[in-house]
């Protein structure tokens, strides 16, 4: 039997954004057009605080007491307004919302948990098309409320997000994969599968190797969608002259194109980078 290569007929890509004011205006800017063939993917940071005790500036806030603030601020106010943010730089076309950048000391779960719904119940309520991210390695807790969601048929379609190190055994990985979507009594059809290789050295090679591992997922074209990631943006800006354009190539891009040209695919898949 031939093998059969799919490409998705919406998404044709997936920016990682950190949900913050730039991110927000370069997504309300994207014209109404080009927005029905991209689905961002935002990851929910801590909002910022005033770092100062006093007026003057002169005496700093202890780690402890900027993170306290921080947390306090996201679970009274800023997660209210993001649906809101949404809704007016994105509308209602396909988002996907990540929450894994949060964290609260012991407390990161609850945190993680508590923003999620907040997020999904807000979001449906205006009729926003919110898909949430799960990460193979979240903890149980997590994993139990998002099944909770579906169950309660509040989220109908889940993004699943796994990374290079879940590609070095491929039976391990169809088999969290197979156990996740069990537990979770849904199907690949409603999962949207993101490998997330994150920063590769652009030198190593590795894209290559772990684009083909990819391709061995188990039933790969029955994901809903099959999207993969990587990010060409330099570690730090020490090469880069002060006050001069610099030109960096888009190893990522290159990568993808070159990979995607392959005819033994069993599936294309839909391009994303950290943007």
């Not at 809903?224 to 990631?229: G, N, R």
Request: with cysteine; charged share 30%; glycine share 2%.
């Amino acid at each position: 039997m031939e093998k059969i290569t799919f490409m998705t007929k919406q998404i044709k890509y997936v920016p990682v954004l950190k949900w913050k004011t730039a991110e927000m205006t370069a997504l309300k800017h994207i014209s109404s057009e080009h927005k029905k063939s991209i689905a961002p993917l935002i990851e929910i940071v801590l909002p910022t605080v005033n770092p100062y005790k006093d007026k003057e500036r002169k005496i700093k806030k202890t780690d402890e007491e900027i993170h306290t603030e921080m947390v306090e601020k996201m679970v009274t106010k800023r997660i209210f307004k993001i649906p809101e943010e949404i809704e007016k730089s994105w509308g209602a076309g396909k988002i996907y919302i990540d929450v894994t950048l949060l964290h609260n000391k012991d407390k990161t779960n609850d945190l993680k948990i508590f923003a999620l719904n907040t997020l999904v119940i807000e979001s449906s309520i205006k009729k926003l098309k919110i898909i949430p991210v799960i990460n193979i390695a979240d903890d149980s807790l997590l994993v139990s409320n998002v099944k909770d969601l579906i169950s309660k048929k509040v989220v109908d379609e889940l993004c699943l997000r796994i990374t290079s190190s879940n590609l070095k055994d491929l039976d391990i990985l169809n088999n969290k994969i197979s156990s996740l979507l069990n537990f979770l009594k849904t199907v690949k059809q409603k999962v949207h599968l993101l490998v997330d290789l994150k920063y590769l050295d652009p030198l190593s090679g590795n894209y290559d190797v772990l684009f083909s591992s990819a391709q061995k997922i188990r039933d790969l074209s029955q994901f809903s969608e099959f999207i993969f990631a990587d990010g060409a943006f330099p570690v730090d800006m020490s090469e880069c002259p002060f006050e001069e354009p610099t030109y960096l190539p888009r190893r990522d891009w290159i990568s993808w194109k070159n990979n995607t040209a392959k005819k033994d695919l069993d599936r294309v898949p839909v391009y994303s980078d950290y943007s």
